[in-house]
Each structure stands twice: as C-alpha cells, then as structure tokens.
C-alpha cells in the first residue's frame, strides 16, 4: 500500500491520482494522417474515504477516461493512480477486490438470466459465497423495488428496472469504493429520484464507503455530493464543495428573465455593459433568460434593451448561482455546447 | 491461496451457468447445433457407403462428427464470446471482477461443454442405431485418457485464440471463420490423416484435434490399420501440446490485455 496515500485532511484517501495524463493515439488512415487525442491532461485528485464525490463536465471532458483508469480497465499514458491505497496498474488485484462500477445505460449481463440469477452470477466472479448472495441480491432487490420482478427475465425489464438492477449488481459484492458513471443517464426522473435517495443511504449506512460518481446533471452532483470537482478537456478547473463552488461565483449576480419571444434578437444583450452571460432558451410563454451580471446594476440596461424593443418582460427574478453558473463562467460554455460558447 | 482457489471456482460455476441454463431456455440451438450438423455427418457416410469404403470408415466420420462440436465450442463458445462480451458491455465488468481471466475462461468452457457433449453423444447414438457402427472399448482407460488430453489442448488453444478478442474485434472473428474448414481438413475430420503422408501428417499433429481423432480411431476401430503414428506417441503430443498451450494462452491473455489497456482498446465496441 502506498504510504503517501493516507493523508489528506487527517483522513485516508480512497482514491487518489497524480498528475494522471491519458492520451490517445489514432492511427492514420488513407484520409487522416495520425493524431494524438489528450483525454486526461495533468489530472490530480483526491477523494476522502466516506466521501461522494462528484466529478462534473461535458461530454469528452474525460470523465469516464478517469473513471476507467481507476476502476483499472485502462492505464495511465502517465502519472499514478491510487484506489485504497493500492497502484492501479502495479496492484490491480488488490484493486479490483475492493471496487465496483455501475454505468449509466448498461446494457451488460444475460438476457435469459432472471434478476436474481444475474445478480448471483456476477457475486460469483468476487467469490461471494451462494448463501450470502442470496441473502443480499434479496435485500437489495426489496431495497429498489425489484422484488417483485426477482424472477423475471432480464430481457424483458424496461430501461430503469435494468438500471436499478444494475446498482444492485454493483452492490452485491460489498465494495468498499463504488464508482457510478452517469447511474441516472437516460432514466425518467422518478427512477433517477429512486436511484439517487438509494445512492445516499448506501453510503450513510457503512462507515469508510465511498462513491466516485461522474455526471453531467448538475442538479443531481449539487443534490448528492459532498465535494465536486468539474473537469473540462481533460482538466480539472475547480474542486471543492457545491456551496464553496456556488459561492465563488458571488462575484456575479444572476437574473432569470422571462419575455415575449425575442426571435434571436438576445444576442445583443450580450454586449451591454456589466453583462458577462447570457444564455437562452424557448419555453412556452416566449424566451427565458438566464443572465450573468457583473454587478446588480447592469439590470437596468438589460431591461431597457428588451423593452427598447417592443417586447414585454413577463417575468424578474434574482437567483441563485448553480454549479452550472459556476461552470459557464469557468469553461465559458454551458454543458449542452460543446463548441458553442455561451452568448 | 485457498481463498484464490475458491474464488476462481465460484468463478468457473458462476460463468458456466448462464450458458447452461440459457441452452435449456432458448432450445432452438437442438436443431441448429445438433440435427443439422448431422446432415454433413450422413453426407460422408453415404459416400463412403458409395465408395465401398470398409465399414470402420463409417466409424472414423462418426467420431470426426462428434469431436466437430468440440472444435466449434472452443472456436465459437469460447474465443468468439469475448468479442460478443465485449460488444454487449459485459467485458467490462469481467474485466474488473478479481477472478482470473482464465477462470472465466474456464466456465465458458465448461458451460459449452455441455451442449458439445450432447451434440457429440447424439451423433455416435445416430451412428450406432441409424449406421451400425460397432466401436471395440476393449481400451477404454486409454480412450477416455485420449479424450482427455485431446479436449485440455483444444480449449488450451481457445483460451488462446479468446486472447486476440481482447484486442482486435471483428479481425478476431475473421481469423475464427478462417480457421473452422481448414482445421476440419487438416485434422481428418472424416477421413484418416495418413491419407496426407507420415510427413504432412506429423506436422498437422499441431492442431491437437489431429493426433486426438487418429488416436481414438485407432483404439475403436482396431481392425482397420490406418493411424498415422502408434497411439502412446499421439498422446505424449497431446499432452505436450495441452501443457504449451494452457501456458502460452495464459502468457497471451497476459499480454493481450496488458496491450489493450495501454492502446486503449479493452472496451472499444464495434471494433
């Protein structure tokens, strides 16, 4: 185990990396020539034993490049990475008992396999004995309301019986660090809200567990982390808690607006002054804005902007910033752009 | 130690269950795997019958019909399953999951053996009932020991081939497709491999289903002298043959997965 690993804030680190760099090579074909893609740039990360940590960006932004590095499915071009102490690429074994990994939109496991058999099978492979994986597939199940679906076939589940399915995969084993990449993508929200409250009593009830969840659902790593780190192009830009995030951004103000339909013409509020953002979208009523002020002031010239043209303000209000502000202001674009930058 | 030694049983049983009990679930495989095989089977022996080949010969398709479903278990069952594994996103949890590789390995094995086992007992049933083949077990100890060996080396080779799919993707599976009709060929699948000269013959011997089927037919089939070497030196081969590959697959898939994971492609789909 790596002596260096345990100190941090007085706690051990479940996880740890240093200065990981991951870098892809394509190789040429007759309409390319060779080229080298940086996933991971200089990547440093520490993560708390008893932790949920949350590790927000964009798609590409090198999140489950990260992800796979630690759960050790992928090496480091450089730099080292530690889970409990242990190397990833040097001590993979010790890793490996110590660590599972749910994805978001798994399609893995045996469709002709009932719920249970799934369950018990991938127990098998962390050498859990059959009376203990029948015990805990059991209370799991009961846990994320699949009990009643314990003997159905896998194939046959809908999208979010098979992905509270697969937490329960991720749990039988008892692992000690849960990695959880993007465990909501593409559920409804009353699955994701399940999920979630499930996500937070997992780690409350056993002292020393840990969760690495990567998301892009802001919302979701404001709700459920303790601390969050928000990578971009391989980097990490800030790490801390969701409250100190937010509050970083005090030095702005932020304004929800909404208006008779501006048809484009939002752009120009863009370049008033004491404007840093301001990014749009369509809702029913017309356009709602959602405006980054330098100071509280500027909202005069907004107003008069959007009035100057003739359409009326329906609805001002102050808000608070969101980690999403935090990001816009720190990359320059919102989570949904990945080559535009915000208005 | 003893704790790896249960884990990479419970492995073993754990991955050959989903194979077993998906055979009893989704049975078409009967018709697919055993009575349409069997067509190829009948083929040969009715040209030997039009031939007025000797009798044994009948036998000899018999048992190259039986051990075809060995030899498409380790080309199908096993190397190709990594590339459906991988294409499903079950490699990826197999990957992560403390066990060996080769446990893994192991119970695919095991739970395709099941199915080849039936598929091989169904053809020498049909050649007995439907062809009359009559088999001398006077040397029962050392077929089954032949058996044995024959069946260490060929999954020795699978494990081996399931190496590259961790790797490569489709080129794997082209190199699979290339494989099954040569191998048929060159192991005398239904025909004796003295047919190719001592020489060529010898070299065949590489492939373990060679001196593994010209060993069993000669201990069943006595009276009709057409093995290519005495049966103690076909199983020395074999069992020389099992021991290199079980090292070098567990050397490859070493080495496979080490590369991958540098390269990045362990998890690539659609490869």
């Not at chain 1, 020539?33 to 590409?60: C, H, M, W, Y």
């Not at chain 1, 752009?267 to 330098?294: F, K």
């Not at chain 2, 083949?133 to 058996?147: E, G, N, Q, W």
């Amino acid at each position: 185990m790596d002596e260096m690993s345990t100190q941090a804030y007085g706690q051990p680190l479940a996880i740890e990396a240093r200065n990981v760099r991951r870098v892809f090579k394509v190789k040429p074909t007759k309409s390319q020539p060779a080229k080298e893609t940086i996933a991971l740039d200089g990547v440093d990360l520490q993560v708390r034993s008893g932790e949920l940590f949350g590790l927000l960006g964009p798609n590409g932004a090198g999140k489950t490049t990260l992800i796979k590095i630690l759960v050790t499915l992928l090496y480091p071009t450089s730099g080292q990475a530690l889970v409990d102490g242990f190397d990833v690429v040097t001590q993979a074994q010790a890793v490996r008992e110590r660590i599972a990994m749910v994805s978001g939109g798994e399609t893995s496991g045996f469709g002709l396999l009932t719920v249970r058999e799934q369950l018990w099978m991938f127990s098998q492979f962390y050498g859990v004995s059959s009376t203990v994986a029948a015990q805990r597939a059991d209370e799991l199940l009961k846990v994320v309301g699949l009990w009643d679906e314990r003997d159905r076939k896998v194939h046959t589940l809908s999208t979010g019986m098979r992905q509270r399915m697969n937490l329960c995969r991720g749990l039988m084993s008892d692992p000690k660090i849960l990695f959880l990449d993007e465990p909501t993508l593409g559920l409804d929200v009353g699955v994701a809200r399940d999920i979630r409250a499930y996500i937070r009593q997992w780690i409350s009830e056993k002292p020393g567990r840990t969760i690495l969840l990567t998301t892009h659902y802001m919302q979701e790593a404001d709700e459920l982390c303790d601390r969050v780190a928000i990578i971009d192009q391989g980097r990490i830009l800030i790490c801390d808690t969701p409250a100190a995030i937010k509050r970083q951004s005090r030095q702005a103000t932020y304004f929800q607006i909404i208006t008779e339909p501006l048809n484009g013409t939002e752009v120009t509020l863009c370049g008033l002054p004491g404007v840093v953002s301001c990014q749009s979208r369509l809702v029913d009523m017309g356009t709602e804005l959602r405006i980054t002020l330098a100071d509280d002031g500027a909202i005069a010239h907004v107003v008069g902007s959007i009035t100057g043209q003739g359409k009326r303000i329906l609805a001002l209000q102050k808000v608070e910033p969101t980690l999403e502000d935090v990001f816009v202001e720190t990359v320059g674009r919102r989570f949904g752009d990945d080559t535009q930058p915000a208005a | 130690m003893t704790h790896n030694l249960l884990l990479n049983l419970r492995a073993v049983i754990g991955r050959a269950y989903p194979r077993i009990v998906g055979q009893n679930r989704a049975p078409t495989w009967v018709f697919y795997d055993i009575l349409l095989p069997l067509l190829a089977v009948t083929a040969f022996v009715f040209v030997y019958r039009a031939l007025n080949a000797p009798p044994e010969f009948t036998g000899f398709v018999i048992i190259g019909g039986s051990m075809l479903a060995f030899w498409g278990n380790v080309l199908w069952g096993m190397g190709a399953e990594l590339f459906w594994e991988k294409n499903d996103g079950t490699l990826e949890l197999i990957m992560m999951v403390p066990c060996s590789r080769m446990a893994i390995l192991v119970g695919m094995a095991a739970g395709g053996m099941f199915a080849a086992s039936l598929r091989a007992l169904v053809t020498i049933i049909v050649g007995v009932v439907l062809f009359n083949v009559r088999f001398d077990l006077s040397r029962l100890p050392m077929l089954l020991a032949v058996f044995v060996l024959t069946m260490i080396a060929l999954y020795g080779l699978g494990m081996l081939f399931a190496s590259l799919y961790l790797l490569w993707g489709r080129e794997a599976w082209h190199i699979n497709n290339l494989l099954m009709e040569p191998v048929n060929l060159t192991s005398g699948m239904y025909f004796p491999v003295r047919a190719f000269g001592q020489m060529l013959g010898l070299i065949f011997s590489l492939i373990p289903l060679t001196p593994g089927l010209d060993a069993m037919r000669q201990l069943l089939f006595p009276a009709q002298p057409m093995g290519l070497i005495p049966v103690r030196y076909e199983i020395a081969i074999l069992a020389v043959l099992g021991m290199v590959f079980a090292v070098a697959a567990s050397r490859a898939l070493r080495y496979m997965e080490n590369l991958a994971k540098t390269e990045g492609r362990l998890t690539v789909r659609w490869q």
